[in-house]
């Protein structure tokens, strides 16, 4: 859309105006959890510092036979 | 959707074709996506259905029981599929079913590949036959040639003499030893760069100085390359965001070099040939060893070679720079992906849907394995929970069974992952023994949505 009317109306609208925000944001762990019985590994991580050791986990976790699901928070644009 | 992305992670990884069941004409219409995904990417898939039985009063075995069988009764069910088939038919005896798969297959996997769809009535599938046995040795799928001789001195040459020689390519990382040729080619035409507008395959290993990433269809190398041969691509630029000078001269290699499936798709190039890539490739570069060896300046070469490994460790840094987390702690998708490059096994299989953040992931994994970096090449978001899926089989079933193969890891987009149907995916991973890494990119949807919902607007990230 932007890239046809940088200008126009979907450039002043936010993205709830035109229903394609994902906010309140839904617990993408919990769906996958529940859909494998409560046998897999979730985590949420939102700090750099955070990152090593939830990434560890969920590696274990694969490896040792259980799917993982880290929902990340990220910044848009890098 | 999730099984025929399995079946396709599967054919994708391995080049076996797969197979997918389902029911009549809503099972058919429940695979979605996956078949534009089949279609457009190249897998080898065979769909088989059954139809609604043709009898109601118990005239043959299998004539009509249930309700449903009125209700799920339809004109054509082949048409539902039949545009992105390679070949779709009706079984009609199963005097001759055994010819009728093998020629279903033959499809699905000659180039280009993709998906065949078969439907057979229950009265057909009920039939009693003797049971016969094929040479299955005079099935296999047709063999596509290389280039012309013609062709390889003229490309030969013309990157031997040009001064920003540019090789762009989708999906010739699809044969495992192609990269292994394109380096060879890089090797010997100091100053090619090599550059990937596909993102579903790994095509060549970032750590060589040729290499420019992924990039979609945007790159200040396609404006400036005098020489342009393409291998192996759907879209290499867009022309009303960038392309190439008018006199550069451009050659096409392709599978599918007027892309059977698409409506609108030319590319101004002054030679195009239906060819296999990794033939082609190393017709070109033996020529170049054999009969130009005269040709090349050693000194310029040298000069090229030199130039080349400067730019692209600048690539690297400003790559590393960019992935850096924000004082606040927060991070990007670079900076994450860093961080898995760095913890998940090298060996790692990456199935990736990362819609507007791909850029970012594919510079910062920085695929350097044929084999190691996986998309279906389409646009119908939702493949890589079940591609993820059907990737770890294949790998596990390829090293000798469950938990053997290679550690697989799914990076996909907020949206996507909805896209992906989880609800079945994480099941399916419980019930079938099948562990995976999902990482989930949580931004709220945006930027992708917003933009255009495709992910031609990874544009946003190449600048």
Not at chain 2, 200 to 218: E, N, Y
Request: aromatic share 6%; hydrophobic share 40%.
């Amino acid at each position: 859309m932007l890239l046809v009317h940088p200008e126009g109306l979907g450039s002043k609208a936010t993205n709830e105006e035109i229903n394609i925000s994902f906010d309140p944001v839904p617990d993408y762990g919990a769906i996958a959890k529940g859909a494998a019985g409560g046998d897999l590994f979730t985590a949420r991580v939102e700090k750099a510092a955070d990152l090593e050791g939830v990434i560890n986990q969920a590696i274990e976790a694969v490896k040792g036979g259980q799917s993982a699901v880290l929902d990340c928070k990220v910044l848009s644009g890098c | 959707m999730v099984a025929m992305s399995m079946a396709d992670g599967f054919a994708r990884l391995t080049g076996k074709p797969q197979v997918v069941i389902v029911h009549v004409d809503v099972g058919t219409q429940g695979l979605g996506a996956a078949v534009h995904n089949a279609s457009t990417g190249r897998a080898p898939v065979m769909v088989f259905a059954g139809l609604s039985p043709f009898t109601l009063e118990g005239e043959m075995r299998g004539s009509r029981t249930e309700y449903i069988h009125w209700i799920q009764d339809v004109p054509d069910q082949k048409l539902i599929l039949g545009q992105y088939c390679r070949y779709s038919a009706e079984i009609k005896t199963g005097k001759n079913i055994k010819q009728m798969v093998n020629r279903a297959l033959q499809f699905a996997t000659s180039d280009p590949q993709g998906p065949v769809y078969l439907v057979g009535a229950r009265e057909v599938m009920e039939e009693d036959i003797e049971p016969y046995h094929l040479a299955q040795d005079v099935w296999d799928r047709v063999e596509l040639g290389g280039l012309p001789q013609k062709a390889v001195r003229q490309i030969a040459e013309a990157l031997v003499g040009a001064k920003k020689p540019l090789l762009i390519t989708g999906y010739a990382g699809r044969n495992h030893q192609t990269p292994a040729a394109l380096v060879e080619l890089a090797n010997a035409v100091k100053g090619l760069r090599v550059l990937d507008t596909g993102g579903s395959d790994m095509c060549f290993p970032a750590s060589h100085p040729a290499w420019l990433g992924l990039r979609f269809g945007i790159e200040t190398e396609i404006k400036e390359a005098d020489v342009i041969v393409i291998v192996d691509c759907d879209v290499p630029w867009i022309p009303t965001l960038c392309k190439p000078a008018a006199d550069a001269r451009v050659f096409h290699i392709d599978v599918d070099p007027l892309k059977q499936m698409m409506p609108l798709f030319y590319v101004p190039a002054q030679h195009r040939y239906r060819a296999d890539a990794l033939t082609s490739v190393e017709q070109v570069t033996a020529h170049i060893k054999t009969a130009l060896g005269d040709k090349l300046d050693a000194a310029a070469a040298s000069q090229a070679w030199d130039a080349l490994t400067a730019s692209h460790q600048k690539r690297l840094d400003d790559i590393a720079a960019k992935a850096q987390p924000a004082p606040d702690g927060t991070f990007g998708t670079g900076h994450l992906c860093r961080q898995l490059r760095k913890l998940c096994p090298p060996d790692t299989i990456w199935a990736v849907e990362a819609v507007t953040n791909t850029g970012f992931v594919h510079d910062n994994l920085l695929p350097e394995l044929p084999g190691s970096w996986l998309n279906c090449g389409g646009g119908g978001l939702g493949w890589s929970g079940g591609g993820a899926l059907g990737i770890k089989l294949a790998s596990d079933a390829a090293h000798g069974g469950p938990g053997k193969g290679k550690f697989v890891v799914q990076v996909v987009g907020d949206g996507t992952f909805l896209f992906s149907v989880p609800g079945s995916v994480y099941w399916i991973s419980k019930r079938y023994n099948i562990p995976v890494l999902t990482i989930v990119l949580n931004n709220k949807g945006k930027p992708g949505l917003f933009l255009s919902g495709t992910f031609e607007i990874i544009l946003s990230l190449t600048n």
